[in-house]
């Protein structure tokens, strides 16, 4: 609401404008390089080559970066209506057939309300139905109703599924083929409309089951995965200005997980950092606490993830910022923890160490 | 079962297509209730195996099963994966008995393998399941999936030009899922005249009585407000099912719905009787006499 100041007397001043929710909205820094729609190109470049790519969708083709699938292939886009369970199933029917399909609509309502279509019709038989679910984490601030914080914590439980949280557009691109060719199950975590490009800059190649250090560092190892590794780069080099030397690993399959280079990264003394956008509870930080633990490694690690809550509504930087996944936030929290203040009471009691 | 489905529809419509082997409507019948006679004794005897079971509905169902395994579809016994077969879903899993009595009858899987039933390291599970059993489409057990997976094997032979039907045979408890009207809604958008389901509405679930637990009535009414083609038979009539599973074979631009009115137990009287029919228990005294209940039926 705009308000103006009529006290007689003085100049009238219009209120600074309000941040407000989007469903929409970009994560992407101001001025940085973008790709539009990385996932809908990739797709239409992999069905020129596979005839047996199929494109459906649940009423969302259009947010979900489908529509340009759609648009260069309407005879293999099927249209579904506002049916998430009905998608699912219906992918898995035309998977039975031989088809390959990719079956897009939003996190919440694949994982959430279709959960049992995923795990019945299509992990139980094996089938090669790739589930692609926009708006993963805290990637709109629109409110729970459509903020997938817990998707990872919901399907690491679905036996045989393959999970892939990429960090920017040439994720997507290399990952859509990885996906298709793999005999199996999978559920993407997409970033859409125009997503960040972040790792051309690095030597770095998307490979299913792997992960990748992005920079080496002696002091920190951050362990990262999806969108947070964007985060953790630029934590990286802020944090080289002040002589801290910050690793990266990223993560961009969350299941199966490449443990081999976590504990890798964690055998040294470093401080461990994870960090995801996702709840604390069941994604990144706990699948490399396990692993730790599992090989006798265990050691504390600092989890930056969403808090285990549902999140407010509002402008998308002004609650990354609120639940520490900002890149000022990982800073200073990186920071308090190298200088020993990191630790309070409330991490000890298991309280979400992010707020 | 050397040679099914000698009456079933021919593969594809048009000129070159041969015309059906001639077989005269009373041979069909005869073969239907015979095939039934048949699937019921097999199902009986997985019964008396565990001492349990979904037996009821098998019994009711019996004749659906006959008319699709034995008249309607067309599928190689030896080669459950035949990419040409005409694919049956069955979306209640815990109708698996009738669905392996009626996989006896067609060859797919051996009278012997009956034995096991329900057994640990069986083949044959007391809720289907996909992986385990030859001829068995999709896992059930979670009820309202079926019609979604056909609707995508259905959009997918379509696709891929494949002239191939799918049917899908659902209980009238199924029709609370919402999932089952979403995929009735996707398959009449889609106009997939390639689709058959049958609903075996026997007025049971779990609860007790579907009156009682969620009203579904009218059945027909709803699915006709959907966009199905729509029929109601009583589906332990043979003659009334063969008559209209040719006419949803011959319908063409939308799905198809044949609903059968079904008794549970039938063909069994002692079992028809019960009250608690959903899930029901038989005493080993019980079955010999159901055994020959059932032969008595046959004869009359």
Redesign the interface.
């Given at each position: 609401m705009t308000t103006t100041d009529h006290t007689p007397g003085r100049t009238a001043h219009p209120a600074p404008r309000l941040k407000t929710s989007a469903m929409i909205a970009s994560f992407a820094d101001p001025g940085q390089k973008t790709t539009p729609a990385p996932f809908g190109h990739a797709l239409n470049l992999l069905a020129e080559e596979r005839p047996e790519i199929v494109g459906l969708s649940a009423d969302l083709a259009k947010y979900t970066d489908m529509h340009v699938f759609r648009d260069r292939n309407p005879d293999r886009f099927f249209q579904m209506g506002m049916s998430e369970q009905s998608l699912l199933g219906t992918a898995a029917g035309m998977a039975e057939v031989g088809l390959v399909p990719f079956a897009s609509t939003y996190s919440v309502f694949a994982t959430r309300r279709a959960y049992d279509f995923l795990c019945l019709d299509i992990a139980e038989p094996g089938l090669n139905v790739n589930v692609v679910g926009a708006l993963p984490g805290l990637t709109t601030g629109y409110g729970p109703s459509h903020q997938a914080t817990e998707d990872l914590a919901i399907l690491r439980g679905c036996p045989g599924l393959t999970i892939v949280d990429p960090c920017d557009a040439l994720d997507i691109e290399q990952a859509v083929p990885a996906l298709a060719a793999h005999d199996g199950p999978t559920y993407l975590r997409l970033l859409r409309g125009s997503v960040p490009r972040v790792l051309d800059e690095y030597d770095y190649t998307f490979e299913l089951g792997k992960a990748a250090e992005l920079r080496t560092g002696r002091d920190v190892v951050l362990i990262s995965t999806g969108l947070m590794t964007m985060r953790a780069l630029q934590a990286a080099e802020r944090l080289e200005a002040d002589h801290v030397d910050v690793a990266v690993l990223h993560v961009p399959t969350i299941k199966p997980l490449d443990t081999a280079a976590i504990l890798t990264a964690a055998s040294s003394d470093r401080l461990v950092v994870t960090l995801e956008n996702h709840t604390v509870i069941g994604g990144l930080a706990e699948s490399v606490a396990a692993t730790l633990a599992y090989a006798g490694q265990g050691r504390r690690i600092v989890p930056i993830a969403l808090p285990d809550e549902f999140l407010a509504a509002g402008a998308l930087p002004t609650l990354h910022d609120r639940y520490g996944l900002s890149t000022d936030s990982i800073v200073s929290r990186v920071k308090a923890e190298l200088h020993g203040s990191g630790r309070t009471a409330g991490d000890d009691a298991g309280d979400p160490p992010s707020l | 079962m050397a040679a099914p489905n000698t009456a079933a529809p021919a593969p594809t419509t048009g000129p070159t297509t041969p015309e059906p082997l001639p077989t005269s409507a009373d041979d069909r019948i005869e073969r239907v209730t015979a095939a039934a006679q048949r699937i019921r004794g097999y199902a009986l005897h997985m019964g008396e195996v565990q001492g349990q079971g979904y037996i009821g509905q098998a019994l009711g169902v019996a004749d659906i099963l006959a008319v699709v395994y034995a008249d309607q579809l067309r599928y190689r016994p030896q080669d459950p994966h035949w990419e040409g077969r005409d694919r049956f879903l069955l979306s209640i899993g815990h109708y698996a008995i009738a669905l392996y009595a009626a996989l006896a009858e067609a060859g797919t899987i051996s009278l012997d393998e009956l034995d096991t039933y329900g057994s640990d390291d069986s083949r044959l599970p007391m809720s289907s399941m996909?992986?385990y059993t030859p001829g068995v489409?999709?896992?059930g057990?979670?009820l309202?999936?079926g019609?979604?997976?056909?609707?995508?094997?259905?959009?997918?032979?379509r696709?891929?030009g494949?002239p191939a039907r799918v049917f899908n045979l659902l209980s009238d408890g199924e029709l609370d899922e919402?999932?089952t009207w979403?995929?009735a809604?996707?398959c009449a958008?889609?106009g997939l005249d390639n689709v058959i389901a049958i609903v075996d509405v026997n007025a049971l679930q779990a609860d007790g009585p579907t009156a009682g637990v969620l009203r579904t009535e009218p059945v027909l009414d709803k699915w006709r407000a959907f966009g199905w083609h729509a029929v109601r038979v009583d589906g332990n009539d043979p003659s009334a099912l063969v008559g209209a599973f040719d006419e949803a074979a011959a319908h063409t631009g939308s799905p198809s719905v044949i609903v059968c009115d079904t008794r549970i137990g039938f063909g069994v009287p002692l079992l028809m009787e019960r009250e608690k029919a959903h899930f029901m228990r038989v005493e080993e005294h019980e079955w010999k006499l159901a055994r020959t209940q059932l032969e008595e039926g046959s004869t009359r």
């Open positions: - | 996909a992986s489409e999709i896992s057990g979670s309202g999936h019609l979604t997976v056909t609707t995508g094997v259905a959009l997918g032979l696709h891929l494949n919402g999932s979403e995929a809604l996707a958008h889609h």
